[in-house]
Each structure stands twice: as structure tokens, then as C-alpha cells.
């Protein structure tokens, strides 16, 4: 399987971006996925993470109620909507994947072993 992220890019505070995952060479809607990110010098961090097949999520506390994370099953693609972006929120961004079906949610890095190659966010003024 491949997963390829794209959405990124500078933005100052206060902004919003969507970030997109779109996924090949495996059957999407029997995998939780998540969205990481990492910044220079810092550990890979969970953002986001959704169910396989129902719109169950979890979130980061540092990014609760400003970013959404969403699955398009039909369209092979995860989606990470920010709002009210920071200058913390700069980052390296990741979506992640993993073949579970039910309850399965997870900021763990560990837990996933699809990975995408990233795209950057930086906010900055």
C-alpha cells in the first residue's frame, strides 16, 4: 500500500489549511487511520485519529476544536482540516494507516505501519 499527503505549505496565524491522504494498494475502508506530526528536534506527535468505516475521531488536546479529521472511503482519502492555525502547529505532517476493522483508535506511532512520506506546514507571520 502507498499513502501520498498534499495540502501544505505557509500560512500565517490565524489561517486554515486541508490537508489531504490519498491511499492506493489496499482496501481503504478496512483501515483506522491517523494523521502525525513531527517537528525539527521534537517526537513524532498524534494529531488525529478516525475509525475504519464510521466517523468515530480522537484528537490531540493541543489541536481540540481547531482541527478535524475526516475518511472518504469512497474516494480512497483521509483529510486533516486545520483552523485557527499556530505557530506550533508547525510541522511535518504524516497520515498513518493501519488494517483494523471496529474499535480501533490510536495516536500511537507504533500502531500504524503505513506511512506517507509528509508535507510541511509552517505558520509563521
Known amino acids: 500500500g502507498q499513502l501520498v499527503e498534499s495540502g501544505g505549505g505557509l500560512v500565517q496565524p490565524g489561517s486554515s489549511l486541508r490537508l489531504s491522504c490519498e491511499a492506493s494498494?489496499?482496501?481503504?475502508?478496512?483501515?483506522?487511520m491517523a494523521w502525525f506530526r513531527q517537528a525539527p528536534g521534537k517526537e513524532r506527535e498524534g494529531v488525529a485519529s478516525i475509525l475504519s468505516r464510521i466517523a468515530i475521531t480522537t484528537y490531540a488536546d493541543s489541536v481540540k476544536g481547531r482541527f478535524t479529521i475526516s475518511k472518504d472511503n469512497a474516494k480512497n482519502t483521509l483529510y486533516l482540516q486545520m483552523n485557527s492555525l499556530k505557530p506550533e502547529d508547525t510541522a511535518m505532517y504524516y497520515c498513518?494507516?493501519?488494517?483494523?476493522?471496529?474499535?480501533?483508535?490510536?495516536?500511537?506511532?507504533?500502531?500504524?505501519?503505513?506511512w506517507g512520506q509528509g508535507t510541511q506546514v509552517t505558520v509563521s507571520s
Open positions: 498513518a494507516a493501519t488494517r483494523r476493522t471496529g474499535w480501533f483508535l490510536s495516536l500511537i506511532a507504533r500502531n500504524y505501519n503505513y
Open positions: 494498494g489496499f482496501t481503504f475502508d478496512d483501515y483506522a
